[in-house]
């Protein structure tokens, strides 16, 4: 029972977090867009930006990686189980798709904006990869834990861009119910939408990888000298 128990919330953990490693880093695309139209200069912000979105990318290959060794798919989670999907719908009333981006960079509280909620995102999961890394059904995994180290060690820097950007241009630190709303999704994926998954006997796995018919994914961690393993 306890065997079974493990390798469910573990097949659960690997399934969220590949999600949200792809939808960062192909949500990242988007602002790197914006960025480049709005600040073709700044070759500093743009590069940082830039390994943000090789490191994103560089995380889904590993759990991609990881799923193949076990033999199997991750789940078919969506959005739900995405915590700057919730972010960006509480925050802007719209999902990240709907998102217009070239409006957002354009207008300076709208970006603001953003990067609260890209900087508290990442914040938050530095956190949670301190937890997992303690987690005794995630030390029964060697590959698992090597992930986790590899995601703690980078992810400092995926906030530090925009940040950077907030205190160049003098804007203001997170509200607190900014900060609030960050940890009513946690709490909200934790303690509600985590057991509902576990307990659900019917959730399918997916047939195809997200990145299945993308075009050179990677062209960013080759840019930058990353290697996706």
């Known amino acids: 029972m ?3 128990f493990r390798d469910r919330y573990l097949d659960l953990l690997g399934s969220i977090y590949i999600y949200n490693e792809h939808r960062g880093y192909t949500a990242i695309d988007r ?3 914006a960025v480049r139209a709005r600040y073709p200069d700044d070759a500093e912000f743009i590069a940082k930006v830039e390994r943000h979105r090789a490191d994103e990318r560089k995380h889904y290959v590993m759990f991609k ?3 193949e060794l076990r033999g199997t798919r991750p789940l078919a ?3 739900m189980f995405g915590h700057i999907d919730r972010f960006v719908e509480i925050m802007f009333g719209r999902t990240i798709d709907g998102l217009d981006t070239k409006e957002v960079i354009a207008r300076d ?3 603001e904006r953003l ?11 530095y956190k949670q990869v301190e937890i997992l890394l303690a987690n005794r059904f995630v030390k029964s995994d060697p590959q698992l834990v090597r992930i986790f180290e590899i995601i703690k060690q980078d992810e ?3 906030w530090a861009p925009y940040d950077g950007w907030l205190k160049q241009h003098a804007r203001r630190e997170p509200r607190w119910w900014e900060r609030a709303v960050d940890g009513f999704i946690h709490s909200e994926l934790l303690f509600l939408k985590l057991p509902l998954l576990f307990l659900n006997p019917f959730m399918k796995r ?8 993308e075009v050179d994914p990677d062209r960013y961690s080759r840019k930058l000298g990353a290697h996706p393993a």
């Not at 990067?115 to 999961?125: D, F, K, M, Y």
């Not at 997916?206 to 018919?213: A, F, I, K, L, M």
């Open 77 to 79: 989670v969506d959005r």
């Open 156 to 158: 400092p820097s995926h």
């Open 115 to 125: 990067c609260h909620v890209i900087s508290l995102t990442e914040q938050r999961g």
């Open 65 to 67: 990686r990881w799923f």
């Open 206 to 213: 997916r047939t195809s990888w997200r990145d299945e018919g």
């Open 31 to 33: 602002v790197l867009e």
């Open 2 to 4: 306890l065997t079974w």
């Open 109 to 111: 509280e709208l970006f």
